[in-house]
């Protein structure tokens, strides 16, 4: 007879159910997390975006950081000045990050005080290379400068981001690994830029081969 009952078995399994059991969260559904003190971001991501935005993804890395931060503790601060001076107060926001860590893990190797001071002389090297390079420089040095400018500071970026995750107990920063719409497009614009400017070296190498 349940075969002349098109819902008859939609609710013999609602009745099979038990009303007082509590609510099971599905494995497969993305886990949301509350805003913490700092920012939270997976590697893979992080690297994408400050390669492809020649380093300006760095501005905004420094701006989400302290926003988080200003916000969680109920501070008084600009945000945006210190993303644009950041080389002022990346000392500073690198021993917040390493505090924070240190209350919430039982053990760090990670040198905060070293990452920033890294960080901040290969953004001074970056900076006066572009002076101290002689105009009629080669093509290639001037590649091989480009790239290592938005490489290296990279690195301890990433380590501060590395301890920034643990710190907020998402060490792989699966909370925002995904690409926004946003992300992707940044990404493509600075391919093609990418792309410009590794064709303008393969043209000027071409050229002296001629």
């Not at 040198?111 to 290379?129: D, E």
């Amino acid at each position: 007879m349940s075969r002349f009952l098109p819902f008859a078995g939609a609710t013999s399994a609602v009745m099979t159910e038990n009303p007082y059991a509590p609510p099971v969260a599905r494995v497969d559904e993305p886990v949301e997390r509350a805003p913490g003190e700092f920012y939270v971001v997976a590697s893979r991501k992080f690297l994408l975006l400050f390669v492809f935005t020649f380093g300006l993804y760095s501005i905004y890395w420094f701006y989400a950081h302290w926003a988080l931060y200003k916000r969680f503790n109920g501070l008084k601060l600009w945000p945006v000045p210190r993303a644009i001076f950041q080389i002022f107060f990346t000392h500073i926001l690198f021993r917040r990050i390493d505090q924070r860590l240190r209350r919430t893990v039982a053990r760090s190797d990670w040198n905060a005080h070293m990452a920033a001071s890294i960080y901040v002389g290969l953004l001074m090297v970056s900076w006066l290379s572009d002076r101290v390079l002689p105009e009629n420089s080669s093509s290639s040095v001037l590649l091989v400068v480009l790239v290592l400018s938005i490489l290296l500071p990279a690195l301890p970026l990433l380590s501060a981001q590395h301890a920034a995750n643990r710190a907020e107990g998402d060490s792989s920063g699966a909370s925002n690994r995904a690409l926004t719409w946003a992300n992707i497009a940044w990404i493509i614009l600075g391919g093609l830029l990418w792309l410009l400017m590794l064709f303008g070296f393969y043209a000027s190498i071409a050229g002296r081969l001629v």
